[in-house]
């Protein structure tokens, strides 16, 4: 399996940006659709970003579409999310997750690989 490791988390004031990147290591992730999660504390996990192999296919969970830009780069093995115009309710630990497409991040229940997440925190 391919092994996933996050960074790129930190604190942040609302409509302030960070980008995090997932490095994948052990197989090439161009053999993955790649997924964003987050949970907030007392929260369920969530769906917040996909993106096919060839990274042609983008989808987004409503309430981060036209904030936050998902994207990969094969040949560094690298996933990455671009968050803009950040907000408190953005807070929550970041996942990122390989599967073998889109539909099954999508729809919150990947069956591949995860990350050990990374923090990211909004003030108000």
């Known amino acids: 399996q391919v092994q996933l490791v996050e960074s790129g988390g930190g604190l942040v004031q609302a409509g302030g940006s960070l980008r995090l990147a997932c490095a994948a290591s052990?197989?090439?992730?161009?053999?993955?659709?790649m997924g964003w999660f987050r949970q907030a504390p007392g929260k369920e996990r969530e769906f917040v970003a996909a993106i096919s192999r060839p990274g042609v296919n983008k989808y987004y969970a409503d309430s981060v579409k036209g904030r936050f830009t998902i994207s990969r780069d094969n040949a560094k093995n690298t996933v990455y999310l671009q968050m803009n115009s950040l907000k408190p309710e953005d807070t929550a630990v970041y996942y990122c997750?390989?599967?073998?497409?889109?539909?099954?991040?999508?729809?919150?229940?990947?069956?591949?690989?995860w990350g050990q997440g990374t923090q990211v925190t909004v003030s108000s």
């Open positions: 052990g197989r090439s992730l161009s053999n993955y659709a």
């Open positions: 997750a390989a599967d073998s497409t889109t539909q099954s991040l999508r729809a919150g229940a990947p069956t591949g690989s």
